[in-house]
């Protein structure tokens, strides 16, 4: 396990939740950020506590949808620091959504918001890390959900398994050019966004419990991470389950 120190960190979805605890904790080993989100002053306020642990933080509110937008926070982080080391894309949203209720706006945009704020990260920072000696660390906050289709989460588990897999072709293209990729895969954690959502939420974490987990990953970079494991050895049971038999457990557990 190498501890993450001295380093240029980006983490895209630090304004609150799992991204801004990453940051937190990361904080303490002095190393450079540039933090990204759309809610300017949650993200300052993030900034403020980062630089109050020891490490340097440049915040740059920005729309991940953007693909402009996006290169140009990439573009800053190398201007300011020379280069990144550590990159985190954290953004993503899945709101409950049963399919007999969305329309296809809905569903499209659940797909942008899981799957083109990655797209939109993901390509420049391949530019990016390719020209780097020692290349650099790529890691997606993807979900157990992305592994099968749970019902009321479809769009959002269809556009996690999207970014999964651009991200495994990546990992076997861009190895010999020093790019690590890593998914890490979260059951329920208890953030505030998705408090109240009203989707059930077997074996839920605390978002520093989700975070720690997330710090270990980056600092051992295994190609999937999957936690907390009560979550993630369920998802693996039902993948192995004939159909039927899966479906009835899905639909016990997504039950009101
Ligand atoms: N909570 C869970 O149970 C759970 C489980 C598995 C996976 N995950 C994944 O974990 C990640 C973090 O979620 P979270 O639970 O910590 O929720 P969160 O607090 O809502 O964090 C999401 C972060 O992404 C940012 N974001 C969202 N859309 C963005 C956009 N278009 N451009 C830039 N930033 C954007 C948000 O900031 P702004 O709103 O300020 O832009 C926020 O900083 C997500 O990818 C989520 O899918 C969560």
Redesign the pocket.
Known sequence: MARITDRTVLI?????????EVARLLARGANRFVI????EA??ATVAKDIRAAGSACLDIP????DPRAAAAVVAAAVEEYGSVDVALL?????PDMRMDRVDVADVSRIMA??YD?VVNYLVPLIHQLRGQPGGGLIAH?????GLMGLPRQGP?SAA?AAARTLIDAARVELEPQGIRFTSLH????A????SGDGLP?PF?IS?ERAARHVVRALENEPAQAYFPWPTATLVRTLRTLPTPVASWALRKLAAD
């Open positions: 895209v979805g630090a304004s609150s939740g799992i991204g801004a990204t989100a759309r809610r949650e993200l920005a729309d991940a949808l954290n953004a993503g949203q899945g918001l899981n704020v906050t993807n979900s157990l959900a959002y996690k979260p059951g329920f954690v953030t505030d966004r998705i939420k839920q978002t």
